[in-house]
């Protein structure tokens, strides 16, 4: 009997719900290289962290930061008579000094050949960043003069130069560079866009330039002034909007085929009309994202907010296209090729925010709008303007990123971070349906703007 009772004794401890719940750290006995952290979850009763009050929000959720020490640091939540007990290791770390790597200069140019589809060419020899110049298919020929690091340096036309990772070319069999021909080019002019097909005898390396005349440039080119040929398209002429609203280029065979979008014939009372529009549900599946201090998952959040913009952009007359319906996982180029291929003229992915160790997660709230190409950034702008006024969020700045789903020229392609899933603020309002219909309500209002003019 004794027995019994003891082992039912054991289970219901093991099923017991605490007052408090700890979203992060996710761990009890967690290693964090930083010189601080934060606690980040919720609480029905007064909590305390090695004896000091936290504040709590109205709903329980709180994010405390604490300092870290090298070595282990033991931290204590005590709420009433139930405790949790942390020990955060913060490791010893004693730095390398950087090494920049040589550049190797060739006695003789090496010929590469592309291997991976949409190897990123570089300004730069570093993997990140805002320092893409274009995205190359596969056999896509290059010339190199040299090497630093992992990256070959290579040749665009006289003394112009790119980066391309060593992992997305190989040495070509042939390996004698020269130029290529230009034979001349086609325009078409259909319904949507503007089409130039560039007839080539082999495929270059390329550069889509954004500005008052958008350039493409084509390299190494044979009989042309520095080795590159350069057409430039005076927007401000073709465009009576004066707006970029997408463009593609990429090689059919050897032909160079850049399509720029036409202005779109919009109406005054109803702007939205029929135009495709791309909403992406951030994460998804087993990807959950961040999670926030009530416990709600960002998938869970960013479909919510989607599918409310859908029904917002519907009830305008938008053709809208969703990256994903459920709780499924999308990868981020199935993402991209799903709007592409649905011909979006807008792509917008929802998210929530978070923040990494050393941050303050109090300092920080609202929204935050990322974009790539020079093009999308009018639309941002009014997006986060329209957000603020209609609704008071604070306005977490716009802001230019390197983000696999913003790099799409095809449409006008941006990431709303729409708030921080762990500020406790934001959090309540991220869990607001009342919030999520009004944030849709204000994204869908300044489309409407941005198409009206």
């Given at each position: ?187 078409l002019d259909s319904k949507e866009f503007y089409t130039f097909v ?44 004066r707006k970029l609203l997408g463009y593609s280029g990429k090689y ?202």
């Amino acid at each position: 009997m004794n027995k019994f009772v003891l082992v039912m004794g054991l289970l219901l401890l093991g099923c017991r719900v605490f007052a408090f719940d700890v979203v992060y750290p996710a761990k009890n006995d967690a290693i964090i290289n930083s010189k601080s952290t934060f606690f980040i979850g919720s609480s029905n009763k007064p909590l305390k962290i090695n004896g000091k009050n936290i504040p709590l929000h109205q709903t329980g959720a709180f994010a405390y930061v604490v300092d870290l020490n090298i070595g282990e640091n033991t931290f204590i939540l005590q709420s009433e008579d139930e405790r949790q007990v942390f020990v955060i290791t913060r490791p010893k770390v004693n730095p390398e000094p950087l090494k920049s790597s040589p550049f190797t200069q060739y006695n003789k140019q090496k010929l590469l050949v592309v291997t991976t589809e949409d190897a990123p060419l570089r300004s730069s020899p570093v993997d990140s960043g805002i320092n893409r110049i274009a995205h190359l298919q596969r056999d896509v020929e290059l010339i190199s003069d040299g090497e630093q690091g992992g990256f070959y340096r290579i040749v665009l036309g006289d003394k112009n130069f790119g980066w391309m990772s060593k992992s997305n070319v190989k040495t070509a069999e042939n390996n004698s560079p020269t130029l290529a021909q230009l034979f001349g080019y086609e325009f078409l002019d259909s319904k949507e866009f503007y089409t130039f097909v560039f007839h080539l005898d082999k495929k270059v390396p390329f550069e889509m330039v954004e500005g008052e005349n958008f350039q493409i440039k084509l390299y190494n080119i044979k009989e042309q002034p520095a080795g590159t040929y350069v057409m430039n398209v005076p927007i401000n002429d073709v465009l009576s909007t004066r707006k970029l609203l997408g463009y593609s280029g990429k090689y059919s065979g050897n032909d160079f085929i850049l399509k720029i979008r036409k202005p779109l014939s919009t109406h005054s009372w109803r702007p939205l009309h029929n135009i495709r529009i791309a909403v992406d549900a951030g994460h998804g599946g087993y990807e959950n994202g961040a999670t926030g201090c009530l416990g709600d998952k960002e998938k869970d959040i960013n479909l919510k907010i989607a599918q409310y913009l859908q029904a917002e952009l519907k009830k305008r007359g938008a053709k809208v296209i969703m990256t994903r319906n459920g709780d499924n996982y999308v990868s981020l180029k199935d993402r991209v090729e799903i709007a592409n291929y649905g011909d979006a003229v807008v792509f917008l992915s929802i998210h929530g925010n978070a923040l990494p160790d050393g941050s303050n997660p109090n300092e920080h709230r609202g929204t935050s709008i990322y974009y790539y190409h020079n093009q999308a950034k009018p639309l941002a702008d009014i997006i986060m303007d329209t957000i603020v006024s209609e609704i008071g969020v604070p306005n977490d700045k716009v802001r230019q990123g390197s983000l696999a789903v913003v790099r799409n020229t095809n449409a006008l392609s941006l990431l709303v971070e729409v708030s921080y899933l762990i500020n406790p603020e934001d959090n309540a309002n991220l869990v607001n349906p009342e919030f999520q219909k009004q944030y849709a309500k204000a994204i869908a209002d300044s489309l409407e703007k941005y198409f009206s003019n």
